[in-house]
C-alpha cells in the first residue's frame, strides 16, 4: 500500500527557534510532494510543494528539502513563530489523489 | 477563505441514520475531492470526482456514497452509520483532474458525531 510515514508525531520549538519535520515515502513513482498547513477549525491549506528535480526549494522561512535516493523530504520553519503553531502534513502523489502523512502538531511557545 | 464551502459545519446523528454532506467547489474548478480525517488515521482519500464523473476512490466504504452534479456541487452520503465513522470529513476542489499538476483547495470541512 502507497504509504507516506511523517515524524514526529507532535513537536514544541521556542520562538525563533528551527522546526524540523520529516517525511519517508515508498512509492517511487510520486512526483509531486505538498506540505499542508491546518489551523484549528479549519481544512488544510498548501504552504509549500516540491517535485524531485530539486533538492531544495525555499518560500520565505520554510524551506523543503528533498533526497530522492533516500525517498525523503523535510519542511524546515526557520524562526518559528507562535503563530506558525498548527498542525503540518507532508503529502505525495503521482497523477493520483494525495497521500498524506498522519500530520505533526507544532507548538511554538515563546 | 479557500473558497470551498462546506455545509453543515456539524452534524450530530444516531447509528443506523443516514446523513448527506455537500461541497460547493471553488468557482472554475471542475474537480472535487472527499477525505475522511480522523485522530488514528489522518486525513484519508474517499473518492474524486471530476465534471461530474468519478475518478478514483479510495477507502471509500460500501456505505458511503457520493455525486458530483452539473453544476460541479457535491454531495457525500453516509448510510449505516456506525460510531466509527464519527470523523471530520473535508472537500476539496482543483482546477485539473491531475492530483499533482495543481493544488488542491480545502473547505471548512463537516464534523460528523455519531452517538
Known amino acids: 500500500q502507497q504509504q507516506v510515514k511523517q515524524s514526529p508525531q507532535s513537536l514544541i520549538v521556542q520562538k525563533g527557534g528551527i522546526s524540523i519535520i520529516n517525511c519517508a515515502y515508498e512509492?517511487?513513482?510520486?512526483?509531486?510532494f505538498p506540505w499542508y498547513q491546518q489551523f484549528p477549525g479549519k481544512g488544510p491549506a498548501l504552504l509549500i510543494a516540491?517535485?524531485?528535480?530539486?533538492s531544495e526549494k525555499k518560500e520565505g522561512r520554510f524551506t523543503i528539502s528533498f533526497n530522492k535516493s533516500a525517498k525523503q523530504f523535510s519542511l524546515h520553519i526557520m524562526d518559528s513563530q507562535p503563530g506558525d503553531s498548527a498542525t503540518y502534513f507532508c503529502?505525495?502523489?503521482?497523477?493520483?489523489?494525495?497521500?498524506f502523512g498522519k500530520g505533526t502538531r507544532l507548538s511554538v511557545i515563546a | 477563505d479557500s473558497g470551498v464551502t462546506q455545509t453543515p459545519k456539524h452534524l450530530i446523528t444516531a447509528t443506523g441514520q443516514r446523513v448527506t454532506l455537500r461541497c460547493s467547489p471553488r468557482?472554475?474548478?471542475?474537480?472535487v475531492y472527499w477525505y475522511q480525517q480522523s485522530l488514528d488515521q489522518g486525513l484519508q482519500f474517499l473518492i474524486h470526482?471530476?465534471?461530474?464523473?468519478?475518478?478514483a476512490k479510495g477507502n471509500i466504504l460500501e456505505r458511503f456514497s457520493a455525486q458530483q452534479f452539473p453544476d460541479l456541487h457535491s454531495e457525500l452520503n453516509l448510510s449505516s452509520l456506525e460510531l466509527g465513522d464519527s470523523a471530520l470529513y473535508f472537500c476539496?476542489?482543483?482546477?485539473?483532474?491531475?492530483?499533482?499538476?495543481?493544488?488542491?483547495?480545502f473547505g471548512p470541512g463537516t464534523r460528523l458525531t455519531v452517538l
Open positions: 476539496a476542489s482543483s482546477v485539473a483532474i491531475q492530483g499533482n499538476t495543481d493544488t488542491q483547495y
Open positions: 512509492n517511487t513513482a510520486f512526483d509531486y
Open positions: 516540491i517535485r524531485p528535480d530539486v
Open positions: 503529502a505525495a502523489t503521482r497523477s493520483t489523489p494525495l497521500v
Open positions: 468557482s472554475g474548478d471542475l474537480s
Open positions: 470526482y471530476y465534471n461530474g464523473e468519478e475518478r
